[in-house]
């Protein structure tokens, strides 16, 4: 069964620092990873995707990264600023194309002013 | 891109009521439809899958007389909770492929459904 732990859970850093979040999931027999934002009682913006072929996507100051055979996938967001605030969830999309995506419990961001 | 709009964006019921959660596709056809739970401070929980126009697959444990799925068209898939109590209060969001080289998810906004 795919488990998906996304570590820390919450960080708070001072706004123009670099940082990483970190996901990991326990098969590595995958489809896709994905990467979303998700902003308090709202629904999930999609950020980024990764193919299981692929090694990294980015978008902007985003760069996901993805190491299947580790089972271990990394979002860096560079030059943080408040407006990044937010909730990043990782969600694997398991191999066979199913459709059904096993996310993890997110790690939620501060960046301070 | 794709949109799916997701009504209400909250609602609040008394317990026995049943409350109806709409899911549609703006600009492209969803023939699949996946139906999520997410509590407070906890991750998103798959419920259930709905295709269009046949019966919807529901994930272990999750009830499906209690929480019913209708897909009829490639536009609009609804999740009505039936007789619902406190312990169905929770964040219900839908989503659906997008389709395309990359098999992304469009998700909708969300419902906070509160039952007093």
Same mark, same amino acid.
């Given at each position: 069964? !795919?488990?998906?732990? !996304?570590?820390?859970?919450?960080?708070?850093?001072?706004?123009?620092?670099?940082?990483?979040?970190? +996901?990991?999931?326990? &098969?590595?027999?995958?489809?896709?990873?994905?990467?979303?934002? !998700? &902003?308090?009682?709202?629904?999930?913006?999609?950020?980024?995707?990764?193919?299981?072929?692929?090694?990294? !996507?980015?978008?902007?100051?985003?760069?996901?990264?993805? &190491?299947?055979?580790?089972?271990?996938?990394?979002?860096?967001?560079?030059?943080?600023?408040?407006? &990044?605030?937010?909730?990043?969830? +990782?969600?694997?999309?398991?191999?066979?194309?199913?459709?059904?995506?096993?996310?993890?419990?997110?790690?939620?961001?501060?960046?301070?002013? | 891109?794709?949109?799916?709009?997701?009504?209400?964006?909250?609602?609040?019921?008394?317990?026995?009521?049943?409350?109806?959660?709409?899911?549609?596709?703006?600009?492209?056809? %969803?023939?699949?439809?996946?139906?999520?739970?997410?509590?407070?401070?906890?991750?998103?929980?798959?419920?259930?899958?709905?295709?269009?126009?046949?019966?919807?697959?529901?994930?272990?444990?999750?009830?499906?007389?209690?929480?019913?799925?209708?897909?009829?068209?490639?536009?609009?898939?609804?999740?009505?909770?039936?007789? %619902?109590?406190?312990?169905?209060?929770?964040? /219900?969001?839908?989503? %659906?492929?997008?389709?395309?080289?990359?098999?992304? /998810?469009?998700?909708?906004?969300?419902?906070?459904?509160?039952?007093?």
């Amino acid at each position: 069964k !795919q488990e998906v732990t !996304q570590i820390p859970a919450a960080l708070s850093v001072p706004e123009g620092e670099n940082l990483v979040l970190n +996901c990991s999931f326990t &098969d590595s027999a995958i489809y896709n990873l994905q990467w979303f934002r !998700q &902003d308090p009682g709202k629904g999930l913006t999609s950020l980024l995707l990764i193919q299981s072929s692929q090694r990294e !996507q980015t978008s902007g100051r985003l760069n996901a990264s993805l &190491d299947k055979s580790s089972g271990r996938s990394t979002l860096y967001i560079a030059a943080s600023q408040p407006g &990044d605030s937010a909730t990043y969830l +990782c969600a694997v999309h398991g191999s066979g194309n199913t459709g059904k995506l096993i996310f993890g419990q997110g790690t939620t961001l501060q960046v301070k002013p | 891109g794709a949109v799916v709009s997701q009504h209400p964006s909250w609602v609040i019921c008394k317990s026995g009521t049943s409350v109806k959660i709409e899911c549609r596709s703006l600009d492209f056809q %969803a023939t699949t439809m996946f139906w999520y739970r997410q509590f407070p401070k906890q991750s998103l929980m798959l419920m259930a899958t709905s295709n269009e126009g046949s019966k919807a697959t529901y994930e272990q444990g999750v009830e499906k007389d209690k929480f019913l799925i209708n897909h009829a068209s490639l536009t609009l898939s609804t999740l009505t909770v039936t007789s %619902a109590h406190p312990e169905d209060s929770s964040f /219900y969001i839908c989503s %659906a492929p997008t389709g395309g080289s990359n098999y992304g /998810y469009t998700f909708g906004s969300g419902t906070r459904l509160t039952v007093v």
